[in-house]
């Protein structure tokens, strides 16, 4: 069965400091991934998906990047975070049918 | 944008059934609808889809209009562990290349 990891679970991170979250799928080959914000309080807005290696489409014009280094990793960064970055951060995958990882949130002081 | 409306809030007894309304009055002949949740703090849950047949899983019931243009899931027996966000999301295709774009939901609340 499929299964998908996010690491950390939970971060607090300094305005200026850079990021790196991380999303793996096991289980699975060539699947598409996304990464997903949700600010506190707030609905899931879509930051970037990817169909392949190297292939990142992004929604939003943010202080963020992402970046697929093998098939079944997808790597969410910012140079220098900004308090408007706070949130729950979501990766998931998707054959047919959507799935979501356990998330990430980020506070930036 | 979301192409759904949905009511912001809606409570429901534990052990009755929970009927959750989505209009999506714009959808297309290739347009599936999607339902998912969100408990507190978690990331959000696969529940059920469907295209113009009505569907039922382990999980849910839905219910889709002649017309399409309205779906009601129907969660049969509610439990205080159904407390979420659902979102009702209409998508293009089973294609895996259309992400999710996800509107505000409903908020269900199942009271004891």
């Known amino acids: 069965s499929q299964t998908i990891h996010q690491w950390p679970a939970t971060l607090v991170q300094p305005v200026g400091s850079p990021l790196s979250l991380e999303c793996t799928v096991e289980g699975t080959s060539n699947p598409n991934l996304y990464w997903y914000r949700q600010a506190a309080g707030r609905g899931l807005q879509l930051l970037f998906y990817s169909v392949g290696i190297g292939q990142i489409s992004s929604e939003v014009p943010q202080n963020l990047s992402a970046s697929r280094p093998q098939d079944r990793q997808f790597i969410l960064s910012s140079k220098k975070l900004l308090l408007s970055d706070s949130g729950f951060y979501l990766c998931?995958?998707?054959?047919?049918?959507?799935?979501f990882g356990p998330g990430t949130r980020l506070t930036v002081l | 944008d979301a192409k759904t409306t949905q009511p912001p809030s809606m409570d429901c007894a534990e052990g009755r059934a929970a009927n959750l309304p989505c209009n999506h009055s714009?959808?297309?002949?290739?347009?599936?609808v999607y339902w998912y949740r969100q408990i507190h703090s978690q990331g959000p849950q696969y529940i059920i889809h469907g295209l113009k047949n009505n569907e039922t899983n382990e999980m849910a019931s839905l219910i889709i209009t002649e017309d399409r243009k309205s779906s009601t899931l129907i969660l049969p027996h509610a439990t205080l562990r159904d407390t979420a966000v659902y979102y009702c999301i209409v998508r293009g295709g089973v294609s895996g290349n259309t992400p999710l774009v996800f509107g505000k939901g409903t908020r269900l609340s199942v009271i004891a």
């Open positions: 998931a995958w998707s054959s047919d049918t959507q799935y």
């Open positions: 714009t959808i297309s002949g290739n347009e599936y």
